[in-house]
């Protein structure tokens, strides 16, 4: 019986996904940007590759602040929820259809 609790406890660790996105203060996420866009939100996709769950959001790009010109944007984030099974990753935006950005 101790054999098997400890093979289970030996084999968890690795069945186990973490993630955390550290939130980064307004300057300095200006600064790392390559892009800084004002738009909507106009899609969702959510997918899966491998253990991971992603989610897309496609943006309208209304006006470009930093970066060269773009009329539209993809944004993958990590987590979201597909067929019932979900990931959230603690720090990760979400955005709503039609939710005006920066």
Known sequence: MKKKILALLVLLPGLCLATVMIPLDLNRLTDQSDKIILGNCTGKRV??????????????????????????IVIRQPGGELDGKGIMVPGAASFLPFEEDV
Do not use: H
Not at 56 to 64: A, N, S
């Open 47 to 72: 997918y899966q590759t491998g253990n991971m769950i992603w989610t897309e959001y496609t943006f309208q790009v209304f006006e470009v602040l930093k970066g060269q010109g773009v009329k539209e």
